[in-house]
């Protein structure tokens, strides 16, 4: 568990009395009429779409203190190498968050409030903006697509789903004005699947021209509440040929049992970045684990790794090492947790040695982008 996870947020009497006095969101008649038939872009996709080097870059809470426009973007679009050589870096993004900043929370254990219907459409509606978070992404893919031509593929997107918690009784509605009740399984999906075609028909109206909606991610990152839903959510997702995500923790609850939780795509948190007490030895049992399960893995740094902030830059290359030893790199899926917005800073310091730790962790991203072009990964072909 990211060090986020460790403890729940301390929550003032007003945040909770705020959550009350929330605005209700209730779809009107038209809306709960729509055709959730499949768009052009479903019908025409074949298969579920890769996601090989997928950042994750956390956006919506009113606590994250920048927002992600072209600059912050732009650095995790490219990279300009020691020589002068622009690259490709990521090919997808997730966007998620955990809670809004506000005593609202989108998984258990971060706030004692769940976030209602209304928190959650205005989460979408914070990602799918023309010049912030996902339009900024398709902007500033557009001005690479200038320098470097046009990329392979679209650079892909995964939006994070949160988690209907069960003791949720004033979510909202999606039907006929009927609140739904978090104590019930089908109302729980009910709501997953609202959340779900809310988005699709929110990236049909932004059109973007250099994304693809790829697949949608489950936030929280233990199995124990979710067990009763994920199936049918995963077969809800598959059908509109959207991949199912999941980045369980180290020792986390159903984290190798993410194929029978029906889950496409499971990526292994190590969890060593964030404890110098552990050995690289803790890191080397996760990937042996990893690969054992046939799970993808997960890089993990923050702010520490800077040279003024911790000077933890040792264990992100720890990572790199181990992952290059074990196989995962030519092998794997990997997902990039950066804490907030750790690469950028990087990017931006003046600092030697953060310049060198950049340039090393860019080239480590930029040549698997090079060596995996247009190559599918099989997790299975590569188990233990």
């Not at 919506?60 to 490709?88: A, K």
Request: proline share 4%; with cysteine; net charge negative.
């Amino acid at each position: 568990m990211r060090t986020h996870s460790l403890f729940l947020f301390v929550i003032f009497s007003m945040f909770a009395a705020c959550s009350e006095n929330a605005p209700s969101y209730v779809p009107s008649p038209e809306e709960e009429k729509e055709d959730n038939s499949l768009y052009e872009w479903e019908k025409n996709r074949t298969e579920l779409l890769e996601n090989k080097d997928m950042v994750l870059l956390y956006a919506g809470g009113s606590h994250r203190g920048h927002e992600w426009n072209e600059e912050y973007v732009e650095p995790y679009v490219t990279n300009v190498d020691e020589s002068g050589n622009e690259h490709w870096m990521f090919d997808s993004f997730l966007f998620l968050e955990i809670h809004n900043g506000e005593g609202k929370t989108f998984a258990s254990g971060y706030t004692p409030v769940p976030a209602n219907q209304y928190d959650w459409k205005k989460l979408l509606d914070y990602y799918f903006q023309s010049r912030y978070c996902l339009g900024a992404l398709n902007r500033s893919v557009e001005s690479a697509k200038e320098r470097l031509g046009k990329p392979t593929e679209k650079r892909k997107v995964v939006i994070g789903i949160p988690e209907p918690i069960k003791t949720q009784k004033d979510w909202g509605s999606v039907s006929n004005g009927a609140l739904l009740d978090f104590s019930k399984p089908d109302d729980r999906i009910s709501a997953c699947q609202w959340y779900i075609d809310y988005a699709r028909k929110k990236f049909k109206e932004m059109n973007y021209e250099n994304i693809d909606l790829a697949g949608f991610y489950w936030i929280a990152e233990e199995a124990t509440n979710s067990r009763g839903i994920l199936a049918d959510l995963s077969a809800y997702l598959n059908n509109l040929k959207y991949g199912f995500v999941w980045i369980p923790y180290h020792g986390s609850d159903g984290a190798f049992d993410w194929e029978r939780l029906t889950f496409n795509y499971a990526y292994y948190q190590p969890n060593y970045f964030f404890n110098d007490s552990r050995p690289v030895s803790f890191l080397n049992k996760a990937c042996e684990d990893a690969k054992a399960n046939g799970m993808d893995m997960e890089i993990e740094f923050d702010d520490r790794v800077m040279i003024d902030r911790g000077n933890w830059g040792y264990r992100l290359e720890n990572y790199m090492k181990a992952f290059k030893e074990y196989g995962i790199w030519e092998s794997k899926r990997l997902a990039y947790y950066q804490g907030n917005r750790t690469l950028y800073e990087l990017f931006k310091s003046n600092e030697e040695e953060d310049q060198q730790l950049y340039h090393k962790f860019c080239k480590f991203v930029t040549e698997r982008q090079i060596k995996n072009n247009n190559i599918r990964i099989d997790p299975e072909e590569y188990q233990m």
